[in-house]
């Protein structure tokens, strides 16, 4: 394994061996043990710079497990000031770089051919003042959450999973079935710090420096590797009330989903379609009302026109940890390892209806896997500020994401993904976009026209904050 660390530079020092010089342009040590390479050289570095198969390997991989782009080196930074250091050095090379949150995303996003990841979950501090809550990029959602819990305080919005890390969701959007309420998360971060593509440490907000601050909200790693964000707390409830309603079609569902979302009626609103043996579909609503008891049934649900429901009261941290467990299994039958080419398309409220049922009949074990989901639900576009978190030019829009398992005996990972982009294609013409965070591969002009009236300031900002282009390749975007 190779190293080059404090410790290490200091070791080659003392022992003379290992240390061949001060590079001159860098005024880092040149060691011996990876003379050939462009890392031949780095700055001396508070945590660690990997260059050992092992570590290559697993940053060459992500949670798709499609994609396979191997780096020359890992950092796991010790500090902010090593990805200060790491990123002017790439620069000064040439070397392209990304951030890597949990590697999450599903199509080599946080990879980069040739470059330098750099872990974020080194960076994970939490300070916690009033209702803000100042976090390293590293940190996952629920590392957060327990920390603000016992304070009686949440973020306003949860990913349906939270053990993804806060640089990576807010790279992203952040959507949870919170969104009426309080927009994606993005639209919930204060301030942010973060290393630009020219390697300066700066901090940003919606009054300083903003358009660094809303390129780098959904901005996927292009102008900065954001390093710690400042976040709004709201009141957490101690428990919830969790409900699934179910409905006779897909329209009925929609329609509800659509008056909910913005009534006030209830917390939280997402939903779910669901395969049944005899190739029907159950059209689910998730529905939760925080602190709400059985007594608020018939007020909650009773003129809603569902066929059935379920309803559960829940701890408050149960409810937002519910993938949590249903993980462990995943990972327990091996489902978790297996490819997943996944699509998170955004559909306009006027064309739901149709694009779905058009989809449902081609959503077969054999082209989505054995342990899919998808997932159906609405998002007020009037309360989402990021512009870079792309919707459909409507007030109501529809999240509708087919998480694709490629299980073994069905359809290979290639045919998913191209069922991905003869969706896409569908939806797009019908005025929807997508959530880019799967696996769908698009050309530069598809960016182009994905970011529409706001690519020539992503652009103008891209030339700006990372001149030479270095940072984050794997989303395919510039
Ligand atoms: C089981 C599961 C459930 C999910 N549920 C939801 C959900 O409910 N809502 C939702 O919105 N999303 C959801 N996602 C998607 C998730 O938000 C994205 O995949 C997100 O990118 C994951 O974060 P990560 O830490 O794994 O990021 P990574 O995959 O590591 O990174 C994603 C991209 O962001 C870049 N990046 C990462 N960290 C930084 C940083 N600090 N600065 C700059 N760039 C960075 C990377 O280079 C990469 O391009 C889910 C994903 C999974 C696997």
Request: charged content about 15%; overall charge neutral; some cysteine.
């Amino acid at each position: 394994m190779h190293e080059f660390n404090r410790r290490s530079l200091m070791t080659g020092l003392m022992s003379g061996a290992l240390v061949l010089g001060l590079d001159p342009i860098t005024k880092g040590w040149v060691t011996g043990a990876n003379a050939a390479g462009p890392f031949d050289s780095v700055p001396a570095l508070d945590g660690t710079l990997r260059t050992d198969a092992a570590s290559l390997d697993a940053a060459a991989d992500d949670f798709g497990h499609i994609v396979h782009h191997r780096p020359l080196a890992v950092l796991e930074p010790g500090s902010v000031q090593d990805v200060v250091k790491m990123v002017k050095f790439c620069r000064r090379h040439g070397i392209p770089v990304a951030g890597r949150g949990q590697g999450h995303s599903t199509n080599g996003q946080s990879q980069v051919a040739g470059g330098l990841v750099i872990e974020l979950a080194p960076l994970s501090g939490i300070e916690i003042s009033g209702r803000r809550a100042s976090v390293g990029a590293g940190a996952l959602w629920n590392t957060l959450l327990q920390a603000t819990l016992p304070r009686g305080l949440t973020p306003p919005v949860l990913t349906d999973y939270i053990d993804l890390s806060v640089g990576g969701t807010l790279s992203a959007g952040g959507l949870g079935g919170q969104i009426g309420h309080h927009g994606a998360q993005v639209d919930n971060v204060l301030e942010l710090e973060a290393v630009t593509g020219a390697g300066r440490l700066v901090t940003c907000s919606p009054t300083s420096r903003a358009p660094l601050f809303y390129a780098l909200l959904s901005g996927r790693g292009q102008v900065g590797i954001i390093t710690r964000a400042t976040l709004r707390l709201v009141p957490a409830p101690e428990t919830v009330r969790y409900y699934n309603l179910f409905f006779a079609t897909l329209p009925e569902l929609t329609a509800v989903q659509r008056a909910l979302i913005g009534s006030g009626r209830f917390d939280y609103v997402e939903g779910q379609l669901q395969s049944q043996p005899d190739g029907t579909w159950k059209y689910m609503l998730e529905a939760v009302a925080y602190g709400a008891t059985a007594a608020d049934d018939a007020r909650l649900t009773g003129d809603l026109g569902a066929t059935s429901l379920t309803a559960a009261d829940q701890a408050y941290y149960d409810f937002a940890n519910r993938i949590g467990p249903i993980v462990d299994i995943l990972k327990s039958l091996g489902e978790w390892t297996r490819p997943h080419p996944w699509l998170d398309s955004l559909l306009p409220a006027s064309a739901v209806d149709e694009l779905v049922a058009g989809a449902l009949p081609t959503l077969t074990p054999a082209t989505v896997g054995f342990s899919a989901v998808i997932l159906l639900y609405p998002i007020d576009t009037a309360k989402l500020r990021a512009p870079l978190l792309r919707m459909p030019d409507e007030r109501y829009a529809y999240l509708f994401s087919i998480l694709r398992t490629a299980s073994p005996g069905v359809a290979d990972p290639a045919a998913m993904t191209a069922a991905n982009l003869a969706f896409y294609e569908t939806a797009r013409a019908r005025g929807g976009s997508w959530y880019p965070i799967g696996t769908l591969p698009l050309t530069p002009q598809d960016w182009k026209r994905h970011y529409g009236p706001v690519w020539p300031a992503f652009k103008l900002a891209k030339r700006t904050y990372d001149p030479d282009g270095i940072l984050t390749p794997g989303q395919g975007i510039f």
